[in-house]
Nanobody, 115 residues
Framework: QVQVVESGGGLVQPGGSLRLSCVASGTAFDMNIVAWYRQAQGNQREWIAT???????NYADSVKGRFAVSIDNAKNEGILQMNNLQLEDTGVYYC?????????WGQGTQVTVSS
């Protein structure tokens, strides 16, 4: 059974950085696409970044220039490097991994930006 687990969230001051990880287990197949979403309290879940294993990527305007999404092919791990974090980046961050043709969601990791 495929499981996707995020990690790396925490409390950070404005201007700080965090690195989120999304690891898929229980499969011998590659993570072809990783997408990251976040959900602030009281808001709907919003898409923020996507990376294809083949290299293409895209970002929401709100994070462009500050966040970087990648896939570590050797570890089958999706990564979201978040720099210059702002108060409005606070929320639960979710990873969605596409393996073969199926999508798998992680349980989420909390990111809190506060002074």
């Amino acid at each position: 059974q495929v499981q996707v687990v995020e990690s790396g969230g925490g409390l950070v001051q404005p201007g700080g950085s965090l690195r989120l990880s999304c690891v898929a287990s229980g499969t011998a197949f590659d993570m072809n696409i990783v997408a990251w979403y976040r959900q602030a309290q009281g808001n709907q879940r919003e898409w923020i970044a996507t990376r294809l294993r083949a290299g293409a990527y895209n970002y929401a305007d709100s994070v462009k220039g500050r966040f970087a999404v990648s896939i570590d092919n050797a570890k089958n791990e999706g990564i979201l490097q978040m720099n210059n974090l702002q108060l409005e980046d606070t929320g639960v961050y979710y990873c969605k991994a596409t393996i073969r043709t199926r999508e798998y969601w992680g349980q989420g990791t909390q990111v809190t930006v506060s002074s």
